[in-house]
């Protein structure tokens, strides 16, 4: 398919200022901090990638609490209720944790390791329509049900796409060394890119439920919606 340029245009651009920091404790090697989620709560779930946990601080950014999580954890999405899903980068299955009792309710193998991991915008996780999007290594995004009896794989190769969001049966994705964000259908075929050059080296990508997106730019040390 040929590509098409979004019609959407920047509402805003959001420069890096310090309002709160995150204040994080512990772990026996330097912290990564790869993905976040925020909680109904308004606590905040961090993967801590090269020390095995996922880290939940409230909402001012202190921590309360630290959940082992082995396989160094690289995203993590919102569920529901006090559940979240987690993309592992060295072990080939998606973790799914209860945020309160720190314990693993279910876990769910995939083709391969995994880096950015969304999830269906306001369904409940037993619903039919219900998917998890996770960016699979060597294959491309894998979408599945909770089960994993539902699973397709729309294959998009290369390194430099590492994050995912998904809502209304499409994708959408940052390739941070084009500086595009682009958007496809489940079967792969791309709707739209979006290019700027006041996002550069786009990485985290987040959807809001009214559709406003957010960006997260590397190099450019901002956020764009």
Request: proline fraction near 4%.
């Given at each position: 398919a040929q590509a098409i340029r979004s019609p959407g245009y920047v509402m805003h651009q959001y420069s890096i200022k310090t309002h709160w920091?995150?204040?994080?404790?512990?772990?026996?090697?330097?912290?990564?901090?790869?993905?976040?989620?925020?909680?109904?709560?308004?606590?905040?779930?961090?993967?801590?990638?090269?020390?095995?946990?996922?880290?939940?601080?409230?909402?001012?950014?202190?921590?309360k609490k630290e959940?082992?999580?082995?396989?160094?954890?690289?995203?993590?999405?919102?569920?529901?209720?006090?559940?979240?899903?987690?993309?592992?980068?060295?072990?080939?299955?998606?973790?799914?944790?209860?945020?309160?009792?720190?314990?693993?309710?279910h876990k769910l193998s995939i083709p391969s390791t995994s880096y950015?991991?969304?999830?269906?915008?306001?369904?409940?996780?037993?619903?039919?329509?219900?998917k998890i999007v996770a960016r699979i290594k060597d294959f491309g995004f894998l979408i599945t049900d909770r089960a994993g009896k539902k699973s397709k794989v729309v294959e998009n190769q290369g390194d430099a796409i590492l994050y995912v969001s998904y809502k209304d049966e499409k994708l959408y994705f940052t390739k941070w060394d084009t500086n595009k964000v682009i958007c496809c259908d489940l079967s792969g075929n791309i709707i739209w890119e979006f290019m700027n050059d006041i996002l550069?080296?786009?990485?985290?990508?987040?959807?809001?439920?009214?559709?406003?997106?957010f960006l997260a730019g590397f190099e450019s040390n901002n956020i764009v919606m």
């Amino acid at each position: 398919a040929q590509a098409i340029r979004s019609p959407g245009y920047v509402m805003h651009q959001y420069s890096i200022k310090t309002h709160w920091q995150i204040h994080i404790t512990g772990g026996k090697n330097a912290q990564r901090l790869t993905g976040c989620t925020m909680l109904p709560s308004g606590d905040i779930a961090i993967a801590d990638k090269n020390n095995d946990r996922l880290l939940i601080c409230d909402p001012h950014g202190y921590l309360k609490k630290e959940i082992p999580v082995i396989g160094s954890p690289v995203d993590v999405a919102y569920e529901s209720q006090n559940q979240v899903a987690i993309s592992l980068a060295n072990k080939a299955k998606i973790k799914f944790v209860n945020t309160e009792t720190g314990t693993t309710c279910h876990k769910l193998s995939i083709p391969s390791t995994s880096y950015g991991i969304s999830t269906s915008i306001g369904y409940d996780p037993h619903h039919s329509d219900y998917k998890i999007v996770a960016r699979i290594k060597d294959f491309g995004f894998l979408i599945t049900d909770r089960a994993g009896k539902k699973s397709k794989v729309v294959e998009n190769q290369g390194d430099a796409i590492l994050y995912v969001s998904y809502k209304d049966e499409k994708l959408y994705f940052t390739k941070w060394d084009t500086n595009k964000v682009i958007c496809c259908d489940l079967s792969g075929n791309i709707i739209w890119e979006f290019m700027n050059d006041i996002l550069q080296k786009p990485c985290g990508i987040s959807l809001a439920d009214d559709g406003n997106m957010f960006l997260a730019g590397f190099e450019s040390n901002n956020i764009v919606m």
